[in-house]
């Protein structure tokens, strides 16, 4: 059986589209061939890799690339999981299918709050929802 050709898309590929990978090694990589990238590339967020090795995932050694940065761009699927990584999507050669499912920016929502377990309580409620989606993939596509 071949596995489904994935990739989540993100601006930075520092946060969500980093959580999204390490998700969908964790739960799916039975079914899935998975990577993340980004229209630039920020780094790792290093809450993002806190709150995901909280609950038992290691994105720590994922790298933070750009879209460009890619071996190949011969993609099953594509999952845009911010608004502005949907907005600029580009065109995928051959089948690739593109899906936007977006979460909410743990970095913006959290730069405002005033202690640190307010911040992670941002990170930790969007990790748990990538989570979910992941864990409900492929029917969580809207197909």
Not at 93 to 98: C, E, I, Q, Y
Request: charged share 25%; net charge negative.
């Amino acid at each position: 059986m071949t596995k489904t050709r994935l990739l989540f898309l993100c601006t930075g590929n520092s946060c969500r589209s980093q959580m999204a990978e390490g998700w969908a090694r964790a739960l799916k990589s039975d079914q899935f061939e998975v990577c993340s990238a980004g229209l630039e590339a920020h780094g790792l967020n290093p809450l993002a890799v806190r709150v995901m090795a909280e609950a038992g995932v290691n994105i720590g050694g994922q790298p933070s690339r750009r879209l460009d940065q890619l071996p190949g761009l011969d993609f099953d699927l594509v999952v845009t999981v911010c608004g502005h990584a949907h907005e600029s999507c580009p065109l995928f050669p051959g089948t690739a299918r593109v899906v936007h499912r977006g979460f909410d920016d743990p970095p913006r929502l959290a730069a405002e709050l005033p202690d640190e377990e307010a911040r992670l309580a941002v990170y930790r409620r969007v990790r748990d929802e990538i989570r979910e989606f992941v864990a409900g993939l492929p029917g969580s596509l809207g197909e």
